[in-house]
């Protein structure tokens, strides 16, 4: 049938007794597996640990607020970018500007125009 975790405590605790020189019966060996095997199944009422579930959540809370952050600082730094061509390249200031990743700029209005 295999290996079971009563198994596995009673294994530990046998071990430590020897060890410690504690003698028990297998009677009394049975008794304290069973202790300590509830007392690990109980842990979580002892000391709370949160559902994994609850950190995950937590986790990507996190990075959300760290993306949203560098899409605000990007926004931020791309109006920036188009303010500065604008006065460069003398644009009126309510002017429609673009810059494209190879460095082209574009105006917008009634058509697209390539400036630079």
């Not at 996190?62 to 993306?67: L, N």
């Amino acid at each position: 049938m295999g290996y079971k975790q009563r198994d596995y405590w009673e294994e530990c605790l046998a071990s430590s007794f020897e060890e410690h020189g504690v003698t028990t019966t297998p009677e009394q060996l049975k008794a304290i597996t069973t202790d300590v095997e509830n007392g690990h199944d109980n842990i979580g009422i002892a000391f709370y640990s949160p559902p994994l579930s609850d950190r995950i959540s937590d986790i990507k809370k996190e990075w959300k607020m760290k993306y949203e952050s560098l899409e605000r600082e990007f926004a931020k730094y791309r109006g920036n970018a188009e303010t500065a061509v604008k006065v460069a390249l003398h644009q009126y200031s309510d002017a429609q500007v673009s810059i494209e990743e190879n460095g082209e700029v574009f105006r917008h209005g009634g058509r697209t125009e390539r400036i630079q």
